[in-house]
């Protein structure tokens, strides 16, 4: 069995190299090739953390994997990331384990971003160029990372956040990019500015607000992915013309979406899912007066995803291939 840490991975290019098979991972839910088992969800309120284990396996891979990924948000407080977790990736021919892949998080992090700009690109107007960036947390620097290595569009990115202080730590971590990058402190008018908006916070209360949402906005939302959180206000998913789910039944109960649900203001019918838009078996943007919204809650076929990749790029995937019988 081999370990993989965190440096080697880091060392590869997985937001490009990725992006095909990530892609193909919403795909793959819609299409019938994926196997997923309800995920693994452990709170631990009184330390403001959680733990979820995603499994699951696309038929004709040659691995399927196990993620343990945790996340505790006093962390950074600590001048410690929020994130943590490793991929078990077990040949899908023998049962031996392939590789540990101990990446301690960074993996869920490049996949979640990976998934969030391919959802954004096929979503948003095709006249889109600024983007709003909801939070200063590691998924904020890795959706404006990951929109910068796919999309080909010159894009202008606003980040918000309350403290002026962790604004500005993303704009300096993102300096080597060379992006049009602006911080604020003003959400309304950063919502109300923004061809696209990108929400990142694990909020546990209604961050955006209906009315600062014009009409064409796309919003992909992120941060809502466990029970209780929530960043959009209900209304203003009642109100949106297309409400896309990467799985239905995980962002109708603990999704973005689920608070909505709970109300009663939309069922199950109003969702579309992401994969059959990205395979063409359905429509995305109905027109450019359309209001989008994306609710990513993950999906294991992106681990499986972004697995492969990894073990592809370092040479290992014969391994599962030709693992012993």
Same mark, same amino acid.
């Given at each position: +069995?081999?370990?993989?840490?965190?440096?080697?991975?880091?060392?590869?290019?997985?937001?490009?190299?990725?992006?095909?098979?990530?892609?193909?991972?919403?795909?793959?839910?819609?299409?019938?090739?994926?196997?997923?088992?309800?995920?693994?969800?452990?709170?631990?309120?009184?330390?403001?953390?959680?733990?979820?284990?995603?499994?699951?396996?696309?038929?004709?891979?040659?691995?399927?994997?196990?993620?343990?990924?945790?996340?505790?948000?006093?962390?950074?407080?600590?001048?410690?990331?929020?994130?943590?977790? +490793? *991929?078990?990736?077990?040949?899908?021919?023998?049962?031996?384990?392939?590789?540990?892949?101990?990446?301690?998080? *960074?993996?869920?992090?490049?996949?979640?971003?990976?998934?969030?700009?391919?959802?954004? *690109?096929?979503?948003?107007?095709?006249?889109?160029?600024?983007?709003?960036?909801?939070?200063?947390?590691?998924?904020?620097?890795?959706?404006?990372?990951?929109?910068?290595?796919?999309?080909?569009?010159?894009?202008?990115? /606003?980040?918000?956040?309350? #403290?002026?202080?962790?604004?500005?730590?993303?704009?300096?971590?993102?300096?080597?990019?060379?992006?049009?990058?602006?911080?604020?402190?003003?959400?309304?008018?950063?919502?109300?500015?923004?061809?696209?908006?990108?929400?990142?916070?694990? /909020?546990?209360?209604?961050?955006?607000?209906?009315?600062?949402?014009?009409?064409?906005?796309?919003?992909?939302? +992120?941060?809502?992915?466990?029970?209780?959180?929530?960043?959009?206000?209900?209304?203003?998913?009642?109100?949106?013309?297309?409400?896309?789910?990467?799985? #239905?039944?995980?962002?109708?109960?603990?999704?973005?979406? #689920?608070?909505?649900?709970?109300?009663?203001?939309?069922?199950?019918?109003?969702?579309?899912?992401?994969?059959?838009?990205? #395979?063409?078996?359905?429509?995305?943007?109905?027109?450019?007066?359309?209001?989008?919204?994306?609710?990513?809650?993950?999906?294991?076929?992106?681990?499986?995803?972004?697995?492969?990749?990894?073990?592809?790029?370092?040479?290992?995937?014969?391994?599962?291939?030709?693992?012993? /019988?």
């Amino acid at each position: +069995m081999i370990v993989i840490d965190r440096e080697k991975l880091a060392s590869l290019p997985l937001l490009t190299l990725a992006a095909p098979a990530i892609r193909d991972a919403y795909i793959a839910v819609t299409d019938g090739r994926a196997n997923l088992p309800p995920v693994g969800y452990l709170p631990l309120i009184g330390r403001n953390a959680d733990c979820h284990i995603k499994y699951g396996y696309i038929e004709g891979d040659p691995i399927f994997v196990v993620k343990i990924a945790s996340g505790f948000y006093d962390n950074p407080a600590r001048g410690l990331p929020s994130s943590n977790g +490793m *991929m078990v990736a077990v040949s899908a021919e023998t049962g031996d384990v392939v590789a540990v892949l101990d990446d301690k998080g *960074m993996l869920t992090d490049l996949r979640t971003g990976i998934g969030g700009a391919i959802a954004t *690109m096929a979503l948003w107007r095709s006249d889109t160029r600024s983007v709003g960036i909801v939070g200063t947390g590691t998924q904020a620097r890795v959706q404006i990372r990951a929109l910068a290595a796919l999309s080909d569009r010159k894009l202008h990115f /606003s980040v918000w956040g309350r #403290s002026p202080e962790k604004v500005a730590a993303v704009l300096a971590d993102l300096a080597d990019l060379e992006l049009a990058i602006e911080a604020t402190t003003d959400l309304e008018a950063l919502c109300r500015q923004s061809d696209a908006i990108v929400a990142t916070t694990p /909020s546990k209360e209604p961050l955006i607000r209906s009315d600062w949402i014009a009409p064409g906005t796309h919003i992909t939302a +992120m941060g809502a992915h466990a029970p209780g959180k929530q960043e959009l206000d209900i209304a203003l998913v009642a109100r949106a013309d297309r409400l896309f789910v990467d799985l #239905s039944e995980q962002c109708l109960d603990h999704g973005e979406f #689920s608070a909505a649900a709970r109300a009663g203001s939309i069922g199950e019918g109003r969702c579309v899912a992401l994969g059959a838009v990205l #395979s063409g078996a359905t429509k995305g943007r109905r027109s450019d007066g359309d209001i989008t919204i994306a609710d990513l809650t993950g999906i294991a076929t992106q681990d499986i995803a972004i697995t492969r990749a990894a073990l592809a790029a370092l040479g290992l995937l014969g391994r599962a291939e030709g693992a012993r /019988s």
